[in-house]
């Protein structure tokens, strides 16, 4: 009897080791880390087709209007978005919601005051769908704080351009 309750206890081990073997083949066959790959989502074709986007430049909250106003600079980044989307031509900028395909609206965020001026502080560029007003993607891009208001105004553009840069990575090139 004993002999027969350690044949069914190997045999048993047995088929549990061959029942989860696809599972382990499965596990390392995702990558050297575990880790599956994941297949990139879509963009929303709104934004590779549109032609056209109007700028919008939202209110700061909170501590990141103080610290934009004491430079004497409150739309510095609303000024330096709309000149690097210039300079880039992708889309036509649009002079009001109305006449454009998609509405972007910068918005400068400061979660947290710690150290020097802009420490925690993010620019998010929300893409809106102008006939649903949908949010169709954000991008973020924090702002590195800074001391003096050379420092400041170097990194709040060189944010404001890496904001351009995940955007053109994300619309590609204009449909013809």
């Known amino acids: 009897m004993r002999k027969a309750k350690s044949v069914i206890v190997i045999y048993g081990m047995g ?55 004491n430079f004497g600079e409150p739309n510095r980044p609303y000024d330096q978005l ?19 395909d998609l509405v972007m609206e910068i918005h400068f965020m400061r979660s ?23 949010v169709l993607w954000t991008l973020v891009e924090p702002v590195e704080g800074a001391v003096r208001k050379v420092s400041w105004e170097k990194n709040i553009d060189g944010s404001v351009d890496m904001l351009v840069s995940d955007l053109k990575v994300m619309a590609g090139p204009q449909q013809q």
């Not at 210039?86 to 454009?100: I, M, Q, T």
């Not at 001026?117 to 929300?126: K, P, V």
């Open 15 to 69: 088929l549990l080791m061959l029942c989860a073997s696809p599972a382990l083949w499965a596990q390392s066959a995702t990558g050297s880390k575990g880790k599956a790959q994941v297949v990139p989502g879509p963009v929303p074709t709104q934004v590779a087709n549109a032609k056209s986007v109007f700028i919008s430049n939202t209110a700061p909250d909170g501590m990141p209007s103080n610290i934009l106003e």
């Open 82 to 100: 709309y000149a690097a989307m210039k300079a880039w031509g992708r889309y036509e900028l649009a002079g009001s919601p109305a006449d454009a």
């Open 112 to 134: 947290y005051a710690t150290g020097g001026l802009g420490e925690g502080a993010e620019f998010y560029l929300s893409i809106l769908d102008q006939k649903s007003h949908y």
